[in-house]
C-alpha cells in the first residue's frame, strides 16, 4: 500500500483524510508523553489532542493540556491557530535577509540520482507549495470517491504496510509539474505519452531471460533492466540500430506501444488502477502484463492499468500479476502470497475487548470523565498565546 492512510482507507472504509490526520497525531503523541496520558485516560477529546499536536512540543504540552482540561475545543483551535499566527508575523522580519539569499542548484550524486536543492522568497514558496500541493490534492482526491467496502469476505493474509514519506510525495508531484509544463497541457498525459526510449544497449536486455546488463538513458545515465522494462511498458520506443564501436547507423521510426484508441478502451474497462486497494485513476500507465520484449500481445487480455507506485512494484519491487478468469487480476507478493482484492472482516474493533484491556491497565474511562472545567467565561486570547510563548522563550534561555 501507498501508505498506513492508504491502508486505513481501504480496510476500514473512512474517508482518506480521516486517516491521515489520524497517522500524524498517533506519530506526534509518541514525543508528548502527558498529552498522551491524558487522551488515554478519557480526559481530553480526539479534536482536542488534534488541535494540540499541531503546536505541541515537549516544553509546552502541560500548558496545553491545562488548557484543554479547562476549556473545550472550540478554545483550543482558537488558541493554535492565533499562535501560530504570532509566529508568521515574527518570520516577516527576516524577508530582505531571504530574498537575498534565493537560489536553486542541482547535481549528480555519486549514485546516480539528479539531487537539486532550493531557497526562495516566502511568496515564491508559495506559489511552488501551491501548485505541488494542488497536484497531490488531485491525487488524493481521486481516491475519495472510490468505496473501501468492495468485497467484504476476503479470508486472507495481512498486507505489510509501508508508509510513504511526504516528501516523497512532492517529488513525484514536482515531476508531474515538469511534465505538464513541457507538454503544455494540464498533465493528463498517459504513459505512452510520457517518455521517449532510447535504449542503448543489447534488445535482450529487454527480455526476461537476457543478461541483466544496465541500460542507458540519453542524458540521464545508467538504469537497471527492469526498469527498462517499465519505461518500455508504456511508452513510444524508437528503434536504434549501432554498430560495434557505437556508431548509429539507422534510426526507425516512433512506433506507440499502445494504440489510442485501445487505450481509451483500456481506461473504460479498468478506471484506475487495478492492484488491489488502490484508487488512482489518474497518472497510470497500461501494464503488459506479459511484456511485448518477450513476445506479449498489445491487446486488452494482455494490458492492465497500473499506477505509477504499483506499476513500479510490479517491475521493481518483485509484485507479480497474473489474468484470471472472465478478465479478473490476481497481484502476488515478493513471497508469491496472493494479495486479498478487499478489505478483511477479522480485524473490525471490538468495544468490550477494549473496555477488559482498559480495565486490566487500571483505566477507569466514565461518562464525565471527558468533561472540560470550563464555567463560561471568555477566554483571553493574548494571554493565553502570551504563555505558549513564555515557555517557548524560557526554553531558548536555558
Known sequence: MRSCAHWLNWKCGIDLGVPREKVRVAHALKNLPKISAGFREGQISYSKVRAMTRVASADNEDYLLMIAQHGTAAHVERLVRQYRKVKRIEALKHENQRFALRELCWYFDDDGCWVCHGRFTPEQGALIQKALESVMDEAFEERKNVSAETSAKTPGSQIKTRS???ATRRADALLWVAEAYLS???????????????????METLKTDGPGAQAEIEGAGNVS???SRRLACDAGVVHWLDNKTGETLDIGRKSRGIPPAMRRALQRRDDGCRF?????????????????????????????LLCRHHHRLVHEGGFGIQTGRNGSIRCTGPNGQIIPT??????????????????????RIKSRSGECRWLGERMDDGLAVDGLLQRESTTLTS
Open 276 to 304: 488491489p486497494g488502490c484508487t488512482a485513476t489518474r497518472f497510470v500507465d497500461a501494464h503488459h502484463i506479459q511484456h511485448w520484449a518477450d513476445g506479449g500481445d498489445t491487446k486488452l487480455e494482455n494490458l492492465v
Open 184 to 202: 503544455g497541457s494540464d498533465g493528463l498525459r498517459g504513459g505512452g505519452d510520457r517518455y521517449l526510449v532510447h535504449v542503448h544497449t543489447n
Open 342 to 363: 478487499g478489505p478483511d472482516t477479522r480485524f473490525r474493533g471490538n468495544v468490550f475487548t477494549l473496555m477488559a484491556a482498559n480495565h486490566r491497565s487500571g483505566i
Open 225 to 227: 533492466a527492469e526498469t
Open 164 to 166: 510513504e514519506p511526504i
